[in-house]
């Protein structure tokens, strides 16, 4: 079974450096989605083992949260406010792509190196699952800062987030019910408050990218 998980961690970290690829915001989005599947995949995965193994069920229900809000509502929410703005061609990126990609394999070497000082973890034994995790948060972080757009890094924060929740899952296999369901409700308030954002953004701007927010320095 943890060869399953070592799998998809590498496929959720791989679906970080194609998101650091792409270049549209629809892009951003489809990527995102993908990468929210195959954490739903791997909560399912760890869900039927709980419910076969101890009768938890709370795990397959968080599997069931993450495909609603994640695969299906946020993404077609981030669809429909890029839709009802005005779209440009701009450039969204700061760097370069390919420096981009550099940087994502530096925070994983990075990442790798730094868990391994820890005394602790798996006798010794570096954890792949969470190394991969874990460098996911940080090339969404990396996103995030390195995006001009705001729907880029309303992306970027989600894909902290499910960094953030995916170390947690493969930390522990299987948070409380009632903390997994208090971090889907802050994550759904900050998307719709920053989606707000965006309207407000582009309707005084006539654009999305951050840089014009310079123009209120006084």
Request: glycine share 6%.
């Amino acid at each position: 079974m943890s060869n399953y998980f070592d799998a998809l961690s590498v496929l959720i970290l791989f679906s970080s450096f194609i998101l650091m690829a792409n270049k549209r915001i629809k892009s951003y989005i489809k990527t995102f989605r993908i990468q929210s599947l195959l954490i739903a995949l791997a909560a399912g995965i760890m869900g039927i083992k709980g419910s076969f193994e101890e009768g938890r069920i709370d795990i397959l229900v968080v599997c069931l949260l993450i495909v609603v809000l994640k695969v299906i509502f946020i993404p077609n929410l981030l669809n429909k406010t890029y839709a009802n703005i005005e779209y440009k061609v701009e450039k969204d990126f700061i760097l370069n792509i390919p420096i981009l990609i550099l940087m994502c394999c530096a925070l994983v070497v990075f990442t790798y190196f730094s868990l391994s000082t820890i005394d602790g973890i798996n006798a010794g034994i570096i954890n792949t699952q969470v190394v991969n995790s874990v460098s996911v948060i940080l090339i969404g972080l990396l996103f995030m800062i390195s995006r001009k757009k705001a729907i880029g890094q309303i992306v970027g924060f989600l894909v902290i987030e499910n960094g953030l929740y995916i170390t947690a899952l493969f930390s522990t296999h299987g948070m409380p019910f009632i903390v997994d369901v208090g971090i889907f409700i802050d994550v759904i308030t900050a998307v719709m408050i920053l989606g707000f954002m965006v309207f407000r953004i582009n309707e005084k701007f006539e654009s999305i990218d951050i840089d014009k927010l310079n123009n209120l320095r006084g």
